[in-house]
């Protein structure tokens, strides 16, 4: 065997923390989520200040970010699965934050489009390898639990860009929000690439599948499209929601910048962490004694997020939009851990981090480049009639596609069922 070749792909998790790993690849992802999230926050400020429409800042939210953050997903995931995920890792976040801390220079909307291209960019290094390294470093019997740890950087980093960009806002402006999340993911990255390390893979990193190999196993295995697709459909209302609720709260419950930061920031860290969480370890539970589990848990969390939606959107005031806003905020991102564990499991190890990619790629050119954009036209098209309730009727509108979404994933069921790819015993041991 030559140097590139390891002989026991379960070795490094003993000498190395998995939990240290874990925490760390947790906090790059809540910069990812902060560094979107302290968009939507910063809406009113940032549009008072560049003269943006909702359309124009629902393209700079989702379409501008989406395009090449989907595309360069499979390239980034291709050289990360052949020479270091956490190298590539760390390189894609000193890129997106040192493009978040260019956001807070922009002059105009064309500036802050091409910026935002470049966070994309970076971010678009940063979630595929993640996935396959947390695979690599967890049992399948944990990998879910393991994968939704990873996924509360969502919530966390969605209460965490509400919060900061909000009272940095209040206190200096929009612009020094930025630069400073910014500035700290670029000082981070340094220090992640020094600790995470990949484990050792079976075969050496130059024969790793390449992209012409993945994609049509993922092809043939109708699973992977009904779950794309269906997480697709979701993300395009979730996506939206996250760019666009902070700015539903402030017309339709005039709420100013702080209050709406405070409040959407209680909803993420208790509902959202919560969510995250149940979804990875119902999963585990549930989908060892029958992997259908892993399509049927995000089918009825979307099916009940609609009504809770549209029941605190809808409600009269902003304690009664409490509780059914929480609920929809935890079963809105409980599909993370179930779904992308199946994905991980429908190709062998050595091509998870591209599966991945390929997975994301469907999920978020539909999801992030629609989502944001459709809601902002919507919003715009429905203004002349519906005035400042325009954006909440947009976004009660878009909760139809969670409905798309459930219908999606239960029909995958047969066939995640006989795609599915287990680890060989040798490698879990």
Known sequence: MNGTTATDVRAAPRQRSTGLVLALLFVAYTFNYLDRQI???????????????????????????????????????????????????????????????????AQGYGQLFLY?????????????????????????????????????????????GMMIGAYLAHAINWRAAFIVMGAAGVILAPILRFVVRDVPRRTSVAATAPLASVFPILARKPAFWLLAFGASASSLCGYGLALWTPSVLMRSFRLDLLSTANFLASQMLIGGCAGVFAGGWLADRLGGMDRAWYARLPAIAWLVTVPMFAGGFLAPNLWIAWLPLLIAAGLNILWLGPISTAVQHLVPRAMRATASASFLLINNLIGLGIGPLLMGRLSDALKASYGVDALRDAAIACLLFYVLAAVLVLLAIPSLKAAWVDDPADETA
């Open 39 to 105: 968009l939507g926050i910063l809406a009113a400020p940032i549009k008072a200040d560049l003269h943006l429409t909702d359309t124009q800042f629902g393209a700079v939210g989702g379409l501008a970010f989406a395009l090449l953050y989907s595309v360069l997903a499979i390239p980034f995931a291709l050289i990360a699965d052949k020479t270091s995920r956490s190298a590539v890792i760390a390189v894609a976040l000193a890129v997106w934050s040192g493009f978040t801390a260019l956001c807070g220079f």
């Open 116 to 160: 935002r291209l470049g966070v994309g960019i970076g971010e678009a290094g940063g979630v595929a390898p993640s996935y396959a390294l947390i695979a690599d470093y967890y049992p399948p019997e944990r990998r879910a639990r393991a994968l939704s740890i990873f996924f509360l950087g969502i919530p966390v980093g969605l209460a965490g």
